[in-house]
């Protein structure tokens, strides 16, 4: 299982940027996958997930819910990570990782993760 992160960059406050997971190895059909971050000097913290299956969506909070979009292709195996109106606390290398998200569960990431895709935000 190999999870490839793509898409961060450096960008502005207020601007957007969409980060891509494309996963190989395996089908994400039957599984959730998170998308998580890590600033500088903190712990990895979870963001958004997203089952497979039905689209089901789950977002850390409110103010995530409000900027971040996660949505997938089973066609094409990835996942996609929309940030809008970035803000200078986004600055965070970004991981995806497979996790349990349904209605009734969301769970801990476990298995391999990528390399990770970085995302500054400064003006």
């Known amino acids: 299982v190999q999870f490839v992160e793509s898409g961060g960059g450096l960008e502005q406050p207020g601007g957007s940027l969409r980060l891509s997971c494309a996963a190989s190895g395996f089908s994400l059909d039957d599984h959730g996958i998170g998308w998580f971050r890590q600033a500088p000097g903190k712990k990895r913290e979870g963001v958004a997930c997203?089952?497979?299956?039905?689209?089901?969506?789950?977002y850390a909070d409110s103010s995530v819910k409000a900027r971040f979009t996660i949505s997938r292709d089973n066609a094409k195996n990835t996942v996609y990570l929309q940030i809008d109106d970035l803000k200078f606390e986004d600055t965070a290398v970004y991981y995806c990782?497979?996790?349990?998200?349904?209605?009734?569960?969301?769970?801990?990431?476990?298995?391999?993760w990528g390399q990770g895709t970085r995302v500054t935000v400064s003006s």
């Open positions: 990782a497979a996790q349990e998200c349904d209605r009734t569960y969301v769970g801990q990431p476990f298995g391999s």
């Open positions: 997203i089952n497979f299956s039905d689209g089901f969506t789950h």
